[in-house]
């Protein structure tokens, strides 16, 4: 574990926003959680968590340049598989949101995690053929859902729903496949393995695979795609150390919260808003919109760490918090 002495100070003043009482859950406490992506990634093969904090982090292809981080004021919702221990929001079309959850974690084996959808009010798994554990990581205006599962092998594959039809989407040769958003036109974005243990990123355009690596880097992984094809998510150094791109007609940009760890942006809309979170000299969690060259730090008033997955074109975000009980809850903001 790499940990740098250069922390310096970074004064932020931030409106938290009050959070909206909603269906709670009231499954056993999740007392320790990985980030959302890290929850989903987990079931690659081969794939580690990120090394601790690493504050100033520089490197890779080129550096964005980043103004101070300043307040968003967001209003939120939380979104609570009913009797589940923790939930995630990873995306939401404005009538349905989608995302993970899991029941009991303390038992042993623990209970897996599984996908669902909120529309209406009313809470539903998807019943994905052959899954032992999945995950909804996207969702599109027609309401084409991606995710991943594991089936019985223990072997991860990508898939996209299309009202109620299960298809696969595995990159070829790959070992494991996650996929993580999905564009209106189809196209698709995530992360597999190859046969050495190694993640890498990939764009799905109708069936045909591209491999995304950025320059130098040991993992990359594809998060988010919008819909002129600008591609953001993360990479790691050979010290673990994780920083945030942006993929652009081709160029590669890195994206690092200022003096922060591990940076992780999710999410991209067709503004080219950029929605994710970071790790703070302390730690902690905390979400972020990038925006127009600067950062805005977004928190859930009262937890203590913040995610951001996703912000849609008419400005909602989703993701996920953790409360003073250590419990990770679903949310949604506007």
Same mark, same amino acid.
């Given at each position: 574990?790499?940990?740098?002495?250069?922390?310096?100070?970074?004064?932020?003043?931030?409106?938290?926003?009050?959070?909206?009482?909603?269906?709670?859950?009231?499954?056993?406490?999740?007392?320790?959680?990985?980030? @959302?992506?890290?929850?989903?990634?987990?079931?690659? =093969?081969?794939?580690? @968590?990120?090394?601790?904090?690493?504050?100033? /982090? #520089?490197?890779?292809?080129? /550096?964005?340049?980043?103004? @101070?981080?300043?307040?968003?004021?967001?209003?939120?919702?939380?979104?609570?598989? =009913?009797?589940?221990?923790?939930?995630?929001?990873?995306? *939401?079309?404005?009538?349905?949101?989608?995302?993970?959850? /899991?029941?009991?974690?303390?038992?042993?084996?623990?209970?897996?995690?599984?996908?669902?959808?909120?529309?209406?009010?009313?809470?539903?798994?998807?019943?994905? =053929?052959?899954?032992?554990?999945?995950?909804? *990581?996207?969702?599109?205006?027609?309401?084409?859902?991606?995710?991943?599962?594991?089936?019985?092998?223990?072997?991860?594959?990508?898939?996209?729903?299309?009202?109620?039809?299960?298809?696969?989407?595995?990159? =070829?040769?790959?070992?494991?496949?996650?996929?993580?958003?999905?564009?209106?036109?189809?196209?698709?974005?995530?992360?597999?393995?190859?046969?050495?243990?190694?993640?890498?990123?990939?764009?799905?355009?109708?069936?045909?695979? #591209?491999?995304?690596?950025?320059?130098?880097?040991?993992?990359?992984?594809?998060?988010?795609?919008?819909?002129?094809?600008?591609?953001?998510?993360?990479?790691?150094?050979?010290?673990?150390?994780?920083?945030?791109?942006?993929?652009?007609?081709?160029?590669? #940009?890195?994206?690092?919260? @200022?003096?922060?760890?591990?940076?992780?942006?999710?999410?991209?809309?067709? /503004?080219?808003?950029?929605?994710?979170?970071?790790?703070?000299?302390?730690?902690?969690?905390?979400?972020?919109?990038?925006?127009?060259?600067?950062?805005?730090?977004?928190?859930?008033?009262?937890?203590?760490?913040?995610?951001?997955?996703?912000?849609?074109?008419?400005?909602?975000?989703?993701?996920?918090?953790?409360?003073?009980?250590?419990?990770?809850?679903?949310?949604?903001?506007?």
């Amino acid at each position: 574990m790499k940990v740098t002495t250069r922390l310096g100070a970074l004064l932020l003043f931030i409106f938290l926003a009050a959070v909206k009482p909603a269906l709670s859950q009231t499954g056993p406490e999740v007392k320790t959680s990985l980030p @959302p992506l890290e929850q989903v990634l987990q079931y690659l =093969p081969g794939y580690h @968590p990120p090394a601790n904090q690493n504050a100033g /982090q #520089t490197g890779g292809a080129k /550096q964005e340049l980043v103004h @101070p981080a300043a307040a968003k004021v967001y209003a939120f919702a939380t979104a609570d598989f =009913p009797g589940a221990a923790s939930s995630i929001a990873f995306d *939401t079309n404005n009538t349905t949101i989608v995302g993970v959850l /899991q029941f009991d974690p303390t038992t042993t084996p623990a209970s897996p995690q599984l996908a669902f959808t909120l529309k209406g009010g009313v809470y539903e798994m998807l019943d994905i =053929p052959g899954a032992t554990a999945s995950a909804a *990581t996207g969702i599109n205006t027609s309401g084409q859902i991606v995710g991943f599962y594991t089936d019985s092998s223990m072997v991860a594959h990508g898939f996209v729903d299309t009202a109620g039809i299960f298809t696969d989407v595995d990159y =070829p040769g790959g070992t494991g496949t996650d996929v993580f958003d999905i564009t209106d036109s189809g196209e698709m974005v995530g992360a597999y393995t190859d046969t050495s243990g190694v993640e890498h990123g990939f764009l799905d355009n109708g069936g045909t695979f #591209t491999s995304i690596d950025y320059p130098g880097a040991s993992t990359t992984i594809a998060a988010g795609i919008n819909s002129s094809g600008e591609i953001v998510g993360i990479w790691e150094d050979s010290m673990s150390n994780v920083y945030g791109f942006i993929l652009k007609g081709g160029v590669f #940009t890195s994206l690092i919260f @200022p003096l922060g760890h591990n940076t992780e942006p999710i999410g991209v809309n067709s /503004q080219g808003e950029i929605a994710g979170y970071y790790q703070d000299a302390t730690g902690f969690l905390h979400g972020f919109i990038y925006s127009n060259g600067a950062f805005s730090e977004v928190d859930v008033a009262g937890s203590s760490g913040t995610e951001l997955t996703r912000i849609k074109n008419y400005g909602a975000i989703t993701g996920a918090f953790v409360d003073a009980l250590s419990e990770t809850h679903g949310v949604k903001g506007h």
